[in-house]
């Protein structure tokens, strides 16, 4: 069994930065592809980043250059930097691990707001 926590979300402007944490306990942590995704209210949950290696990472088109996910994989930890916040990113967002390759995400975190004003 995996548990994951998030920390780090909050109220920022327009512009501004916050980094995401995702702690992983259980299981083996390196061999994961680590995910980000977020939920906007009354949307669907999207994907936003994932990586799995060193240069694995994928990113929804809205973040890229904006968002960098990376992982230390010593502290079992995925980070989100996210830089140059705009309202539109105003969502809960959630860390998910995938175990198996190609596989569905099957652990989740419990999900942290990240609030972004205008």
């Known amino acids: 069994q995996v548990q994951l926590v998030e920390s780090g979300g909050g109220l920022v402007q327009a512009g501004g930065s916050l980094r995401l944490s995702c702690a992983a306990s259980?299981?083996?942590?390196?061999?994961?592809?680590m995910g980000w995704f977020r939920q906007a209210p009354g949307k669907e949950r999207e994907f936003v980043a994932s990586m799995r290696g060193p240069s694995g990472s994928t990113y929804e088109d809205s973040v890229k250059g904006r968002f960098t996910i990376s992982r230390d994989n010593a502290k079992n930890t995925v980070y989100l930097q996210m830089n140059s916040l705009k309202p539109e990113d105003t969502a809960v967002y959630y860390c998910?691990?995938?175990?198996?390759?190609?596989?569905?995400?099957?652990?989740w975190g419990q999900g942290i707001q990240v609030t972004v004003s205008s």
């Open positions: 259980g299981g083996t942590f390196s061999t994961y592809r």
């Open positions: 998910a691990a995938q175990i198996v390759v190609g596989g569905k995400y099957e652990y």
